[in-house]
C-alpha cells in the first residue's frame, strides 16, 4: 500500500511527522536507492527500500510484542501519575498507537499482548472467541474438590455469571497454589472468583492466551516480539 513517505516514517518511531519531513527534505532519506526530498511522495513500505541517512528502515506496518508484566505497574496506555506498561518499552520498540491488548491489574504478572493493530486486539478479546486465559495463583488456602466442581458449574457472584472455569490444583511442596482457565475477562475476575469460594489471591500470574504461553526466559518488565507462528497461537 503506497503512503505518504513522512507519514511512513513518523509510524516508524523516527520521529514526528514534521521531524520525517525535514530529513526528507535535507535528502537524508532514499527509496530504491533514488533520494526522495518531497516529504508527500509516497512509497510502500512493505516493498520499497527505505533508507534513513543509508540505514534501512526496518519497516513494521504493526507491531505485536510480548511483555512480563511486573506488579506494580499499570496496564494502561498512558497515565498522568503512574508508570504505565508503555513506559518500560525499550526505545526500538516505542511507537504511536500502542496499547495493551487486555488488562492485568496492578499487582497481577506475566503475559501480556502489547500492540498497535486494533483488529487483532478485538478480536482476542471479544466474549464470542472464547479464547482461554491461564491463570496460576497463590491462595491462603489450599482448593477443595467442591471448589474445583464449583468453578466448573459457572459461579455466580451478585449479578456476575461466570462461564465455567477450570480448576486445578499445582502440586507443589504445600503452598496452596492453583491454575485457572477462564474463557472471558471481567474486571478482576480470577481475584473474584477465589473471593466467591473464600480464598484470597495473594500472587497472580498470567501464563497463556490461547496457546500463546509465556516465555519464561523474559525477565519482569522485559519484551520481545512475537513470531508470526506466536500471533496465531493466541488463536489456534
Ligand atoms: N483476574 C484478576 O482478578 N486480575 C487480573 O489481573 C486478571 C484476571
Redesign the pocket.
Known amino acids: 500500500m503506497k503512503e505518504r513517505l513522512d507519514k511512513i516514517l513518523a509510524s516508524q518511531n523516527i520521529g514526528s511527522r514534521k521531524e520525517a519531513g525535514l530529513l526528507i527534505r535535507r535528502g537524508a532519506v532514499t527509496v530504491n536507492g533514488a533520494v526522495v526530498k518531497q516529504a508527500d511522495s509516497k512509497a510502500d513500505g512493505d516493498t520499497d527500500e527505505i533508507c534513513v541517512n543509508g540505514a534501512p528502515l526496518r519497516y513494521k506496518r504493526r507491531l505485536y510484542l510480548m511483555m512480563n508484566k511486573p506488579a506494580g505497574v499499570l496496564s494502561a496506555a498512558r497515565d498522568s501519575r503512574m508508570a504505565t506498561v508503555l513506559d518500560l518499552l525499550p526505545e526500538t520498540f516505542r511507537r504511536r498507537g500502542l496499547f495493551p491488548a487486555g488488562?492485568?491489574?496492578k499487582d497481577?504478572c506475566g503475559l501480556l499482548i502489547i500492540t498497535d493493530d486494533g483488529a487483532f486486539a478485538h478480536r482476542m478479546l471479544s466474549p464470542k472467541s472464547g479464547i482461554p486465559k491461564v491463570?496460576r495463583a497463590r491462595l491462603d488456602a489450599p482448593v477443595t474438590d467442591e471448589d474445583v466442581l464449583a468453578f466448573e458449574a459457572g459461579l455466580v457472584i451478585g449479578d456476575l455469571h461466570c462461564l465455567p472455569a477450570r480448576l486445578e490444583r499445582l502440586e507443589t511442596d504445600g503452598a496452596p497454589w492453583a491454575q485457572v482457565t477462564v474463557y472471558e475477562?471481567k474486571f478482576?475476575?480470577?481475584?473474584?472468583m477465589f473471593a466467591c469460594r473464600g480464598r484470597k489471591?495473594e500472587y497472580?500470574e498470567?501464563i497463556k492466551i490461547g496457546n500463546l504461553a509465556l516465555d519464561t526466559r523474559l525477565s519482569p518488565g522485559e519484551t520481545r516480539e512475537l513470531t508470526e507462528q506466536e500471533r496465531f497461537a493466541v488463536f489456534a
Open positions: 488488562r492485568l491489574d497481577t491463570y475477562g478482576h475476575q480470577v481475584k473474584r489471591v497472580l498470567r
